[in-house]
DNA sequence: AACACGGGGCG
DNA sequence: CGCCCAGTGTT
């Protein structure tokens, strides 16, 4: 009896406080909101390797590669980059094309590009940026990740708003304004005393809580301050990918592989290299193996073609150890593997 | 505000 | 095989 009082007036409360956060006066039940994200965040998050670390560079590395880019893609490359340029210096110091040699199969190969000339912006400085608003001149660094980087490695007060962090406003306040609106939004319920961690429990909880699709509220820390508990708020879809065929020439001689560099000029993916395409087909050529490639919006069947007669093929004959060390595209990259060429 | 820019995982 | 994920820079 007595403890059904109680729990009364505990969620009487609530309630209270939910309409007083989404009513913008809120001053009591913000801090309990960010209580107890952060709590919950100290408890569930994920052990990423990024997360071991305050280091600007490391950090900053991160989030570049975190672009757009899930954590399990990134999660295998993350190491192996940061081994292969250990310090901001030494990837300044590095070719253009080590650089996207490594960054090969990750995709939006401007973020390497970006990444390596911003670089040596630093490097040429003597120091990292020391808050946003520096960090955001770089090239590579728009608004999201220099609040990231700088709230992470520096304590900055200042909010990080991506899809994950959209998607939690939306559920919790019941409705998305402009742009401007979503960035104050976000600011407003940012924690001070600890800004980093919260950005990054913001975007825990939309990766691991409230999920696109149907999030799991019996989990969720901040149930009591959400304005719609799961009830069928999601985002809208994309559009539908689009179907193509394609085909690539494999030819292999004393364990060298035919390879052409993409023009420098091309807009997409310049001076990477890739396998010869293959325009037509004739009867004495071979389907060595299909496989499924998809591009943004586009969905490709890629058939890899042995030549039956020796057509000559552009390009040029690369040693297969050598291969590895070039700017392939992923596409390339992925071809050679399952042809058994490379790693 | 719209568009271009890669690639992988899941069922 | 269909479906899902989401920053920066340019126009």
Request: net charge positive; glycine share 6%.
């Amino acid at each position: 009896m007595e403890n059904e009082f109680v729990l009364f007036w505990v969620k009487r409360c609530a309630q209270l406080q939910s309409v007083q956060l989404m009513r913008g006066n809120a001053t009591t039940a913000l801090p309990q909101l960010r209580q107890s994200l952060l709590s919950w965040y100290d408890q569930n998050r994920r052990d990423l390797p990024w997360r071991k670390t305050r280091d600007a560079y490391r950090v900053w590395v991160s989030e570049i590669m975190l672009q757009q880019t899930r954590v399990a893609a990134v999660l295998p490359r993350y190491e192996n980059f940061l081994e292969r340029f250990s310090s901001v210096e030494k990837l300044a110091k590095a070719r253009e094309a080590s650089v996207l040699a490594e960054w090969s199969g990750l995709g939006y190969y401007r973020r390497a590009r970006n990444l390596h000339a911003a670089a040596r912006v630093v490097a040429r400085a003597g120091a990292f940026p020391q808050n946003a608003e520096a960090w955001r001149e770089l090239p590579g660094i728009g608004r999201y990740t220099a609040a990231a980087v700088s709230s992470i490695a520096s304590n900055e007060p200042v909010a990080v708003l991506d899809g994950n962090v959209e998607r939690v406003l939306l559920r919790l306040h019941g409705k998305l304004g402009t742009s401007a609106q979503r960035w104050r939004a976000a600011q407003k319920l940012l924690d001070h005393t600890r800004p980093g961690d919260f950005n990054q429990s913001m975007m825990e909880l939309g990766a691991m809580v409230c999920v696109p699709g149907q999030p799991i509220c019996s989990q969720c820390p901040i149930q009591r301050f959400c304005q719609t508990r799961g009830r069928g708020i999601s985002i809208s879809r994309k559009p539908r990918q689009q179907k193509r065929e394609i085909a690539y020439c494999l030819a292999q001689s004393n364990g060298s592989v035919r390879l052409v560099r993409r023009p420098k000029s091309a807009t997409l993916m310049p001076s990477m290299w890739e396998l010869p395409h293959c325009a037509k087909t004739s009867d004495s050529d071979t389907v060595l193996f299909s496989i499924r490639h998809s591009i943004t919006n586009t969905d490709y069947t890629v058939r890899v073609i042995q030549r039956g007669s020796p057509l000559r093929t552009p390009g040029l004959w690369v040693k297969a150890a050598r291969a590895e060390q070039l700017p392939l595209t992923g596409l390339a990259r992925k071809i050679l593997c399952k042809a058994g060429i490379i790693l």
